[in-house]
């Protein structure tokens, strides 16, 4: 992690085995800033005064058991719920309450749950109609197979024909080559095995390395951390606490909490 990077985190009192987040909001240059957020749908609270740092060029990881409030905090961020109290901020622009359409022109990406391809379009074709978000780019088909090079050998079949992990593969590949400002993934492993989670969020670090900053929710506890340079862990809806991957798996805490 970078010392800049270092820099932003929360700082932690210990209290025992347990780490609580101090109060104090970390100081430096954040690319997103979630402040005291609080969310509801109907009567149920699903977020209570979270608040998250990430700083510009960091893969960030969400972390909690379900119910968390993990896929809740990234569709607030993207503008699909609207939170009940509470600030959102990209590059010190606050945010709070704009429609997904206005977020995602900021250059904040969010990948859901399930694959996001054309299915009737070949994978050349997907490809390219990312490169539409990079203004013509026309070495996005090279780049995707850089990326992932099992699919060059692809590139004419219908991604409805590809395996559940080339789709995701596909998915990530036209998400990453659009360079968002922020990409949210939320659970892109999900139903895939170990082999392509590892190399779908290899995929992730090597573009973080080439400035995209990102937030991931993953159940690949391991795997996610092993490429974060920072972890959240969240419970019920509540923060508990924010470190370094290998700071977080001393404390205890993410085995209290995720089991293994
Ligand atoms: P998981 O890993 O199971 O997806 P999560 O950490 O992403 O969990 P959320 O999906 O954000 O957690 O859910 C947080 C809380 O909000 C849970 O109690 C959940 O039941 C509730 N919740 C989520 N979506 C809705 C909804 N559309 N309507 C009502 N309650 C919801």
Excluded at 123 to 146: F, I, K, Q
Excluded at 243 to 248: A, H, N, V
């Amino acid at each position: 992690m970078t010392l800049a990077g270092k820099a932003l985190l929360p700082a932690r009192r210990s209290t025992g085995t347990a780490a609580v987040v101090d109060e104090r909001p970390p100081a430096g240059v954040r690319l997103l800033e979630v402040e005291d957020l609080t969310v509801s749908y109907g009567g149920v609270r699903a977020l209570s005064g979270v608040s998250i740092v990430v700083p510009k060029g960091s893969v960030v990881a969400l972390l909690g058991p379900n119910g968390a409030g993990k896929t809740t905090m990234l569709r607030t961020i993207s503008g699909l719920v609207r939170p009940d109290r509470g600030h959102i901020r990209l590059a010190g622009r606050d945010i709070t309450g704009w429609a997904p359409h206005r977020v995602a022109r900021l250059g904040v990406l969010h990948v859901p749950e399930g694959r996001g391809v054309f299915p009737s379009l070949s994978v050349e074709e997907n490809l390219l109609m990312a490169a539409y978000a990079l203004n013509g780019s026309d070495d996005v088909v090279a780049r995707g197979v850089e990326l992932f090079p099992q699919l060059g050998t692809r590139l004419g079949q219908l991604a409805r024909s590809l395996s559940g992990g080339e789709q995701q593969m596909l998915a990530l590949a036209r998400a990453l080559l659009a360079k968002p400002r922020l990409v949210m993934l939320d659970e892109i492993s999900m139903g895939l095995a170990p082999i392509i989670v590892t190399e779908l969020l290899e995929a992730v670090k090597k573009m973080a390395q080439e400035g995209v900053t990102a937030l991931i929710v993953e159940q690949y506890v391991e795997a996610a951390l092993g490429m974060s340079d920072y972890a959240y862990l969240l419970d019920k809806g509540r923060l508990l606490t924010v470190g370094e991957p290998e700071d977080l798996k001393r404390s205890g805490m993410l085995s209290m909490y995720l089991g293994g």
